[in-house]
């Protein structure tokens, strides 16, 4: 099976936190967490549609002027994704700038934030470039039972509150399903790949009645139940990001369950496993407990990141660590 999503850690092992995530045949990507984004060319800033936030911790949050500077003089909407109090934050850094020639700009450029909380609803806001970046609000989102924020795409964003020393939020991007052409029976048909397959999927992932039509390559139509026999569906892809939390099992609980049966965990190890007193009193996990979780959630792969600069000569050890406490190998 092919792979859709196509997950990018943007600063190594040791630098700040961040994943940019681009699914295939999307046009828009996402973007986990904004601190140092020097990786990332224009060509893909320019593609971010979804940027959401764990907290505002510098090294997580300070490479957002970056993607602004790229994003004024464009049409664009842009999902953001923060814990309670962000759209406030977003704001002020907003009002840093002055914004007196909005008018001489036509593209509408809008953010449109939404805050997980803990609460039957998550609060939202709008910020447009055209009003100077007033807020306006929004209808607040009910809160759905599986922490499942938005969707972008085929792509669903779910989010759990996570607790360190401030609200910090853990994230999955899920794909619902993955539609799967067999090549093999295209050419069987005498049909060409191409362009038109990708109706064929989305009806299929849609569920449409079998007598939806589907353009043939060369024009003609043929129903959807005539065709449904080259693809297969499958489970969608998930991938989980998580950071900057404290090894409590409230925390535990929540980051598990966000992480269950992930394909690729990128979780925090920034201490080693015989510094765990350290680890608690800053609120991070230890390379054991990034481990456990990832064992505990039944994950397929682990992506360890965020270690501390005291192990600056070490990186081999705190892997072993990690992939010993996961019953993983680590790459």
């Known amino acids: 099976m092919r792979a859709t999503l196509h997950p990018r ?13 681009e699914a295939l045949h999307q046009p828009e990507a996402i973007l986990l967490d904004c601190g140092d984004l020097s990786s990332l060319g224009p060509r893909h800033l320019l593609r971010v549609g979804l940027v959401a936030i764990s907290h505002a911790h510098m090294d997580h949050w300070a490479g957002f002027d970056r993607l602004l500077r790229l994003l004024i003089g464009r049409e664009k909407r842009v999902q953001v994704v923060g814990p309670e109090g962000f759209a406030d934050r977003l704001w002020h850094r907003l009002q840093s700038y002055t914004w007196n020639l909005v ?7 809008a953010f449109e934030v939404t805050e997980v909380v803990d609460g039957p609803a998550w609060p939202r806001r709008r910020l447009r470039l055209r009003t100077g970046f007033a807020p306006e609000e929004m209808p607040p989102l009910p809160a759905a039972p599986d922490g499942t924020v938005l969707r972008l795409g085929p792509l669903g964003l779910r989010a759990a509150v996570l607790e360190h020393g401030v609200p910090c939020l853990g994230f999955a991007v899920e794909e619902a399903l993955h539609v799967n052409v067999w090549r093999t029976r295209l050419a069987a048909r005498g049909l060409p790949t191409g362009s038109w397959l990708a109706a064929l999927k989305r009806a299929v992932a849609a569920t449409a009645p079998e007598s939806t039509p589907i353009l043939l390559p060369g024009g003609g139509t043929a129903p959807l139940g005539a065709l449904r026999d080259l693809v297969e569906v499958t489970p969608g892809q998930r991938l989980a990001y998580l950071t900057d939390f404290a090894d409590t099992p409230g925390n535990r609980a929540a980051a598990i369950g966000l992480a269950r049966g992930a394909d690729i965990l990128f979780i925090e190890a920034p201490f080693a496993a015989a510094d765990a007193a350290h680890a608690l009193d800053r609120r991070h996990l230890t390379t054991r407990a990034a481990g456990e979780i990832a064992r505990a959630a039944g994950v397929k792969r682990i992506e360890p990141f965020h270690f501390s600069p005291r192990y600056e000569e070490a990186e081999a050890r705190l892997l072993a660590e990690v992939a010993e406490a996961a019953g993983l190998p680590v790459p």
């Open 9 to 21: 850690l943007l600063n190594g092992r040791t630098g700040d936190p961040g994943l940019y995530v």
């Open 103 to 109: 008018d001489r700009i036509p593209a509408e450029l």
